[in-house]
């Protein structure tokens, strides 16, 4: 995407890396678009600054694409957290360094087996903890609980 305030280093980067023919910068989009986006890529990365994701990352692999993004922190330390709230690890490909990030890359590039086997994971985890049976059955929940008080 091109926004963002690490935009112009990010182009930066890529004019350094010889790569700028291989980029395309998108501007923000409206939703339909951006998924038309997300179903055409191969990988998605998320963001590597915040150790979580907002909304891009389960969009992402709700269209069934392997995501790279530093889901848990630097050191993984909000893992548990993670694992509380949906009860199982995300099949993110997690990375924090840029060699994380390259050696994912390459990983993705040069294995179609294993990216195909990361997109299907992250599409049966997202269905599994934020499909709309499992996301209605736990307001209900929450809904009775709020009765019974």
């Known amino acids: 995407m ?6 112009d280093k990010s182009k ?3 004019s350094s890396l010889r790569i700028s023919d291989k980029i395309v ?3 923000p989009l409206p939703k339909n678009q951006l998924i038309r986006y997300f179903n055409a890529a191969d990988i998605v990365l998320d963001q590597f600054v915040l150790g979580g994701w907002g909304t891009t990352t389960p969009e992402a692999i709700s269209c069934g694409k392997p995501t790279i993004t530093s889901w848990a922190g630097k050191d993984r330390q909000d893992e548990p957290y ?3 709230a949906y009860e199982q690890k995300p099949p993110l490909l997690h990375a924090w360094h840029e060699e994380e990030i390259y050696h ?7 294995d179609i087996e294993f990216r ?3 997109a299907n994971q992250c599409r ?6 934020h499909g709309s049976r499992t996301v209605a059955s736990k307001h209900l929940q929450v809904l009775n609980a709020a009765m019974q008080r």
């Open 104 to 110: 994912i890359l390459v990983k993705c590039a040069g």
């Open 12 to 14: 930066e980067l890529v």
């Open 25 to 27: 910068w998108i501007d």
């Open 124 to 129: 049966e985890w997202i269905m599994k903890t």
């Open 82 to 84: 993670i694992i509380r």
């Open 2 to 7: 091109s926004w963002s305030i690490d935009k």
């Open 116 to 118: 195909h086997e990361s």
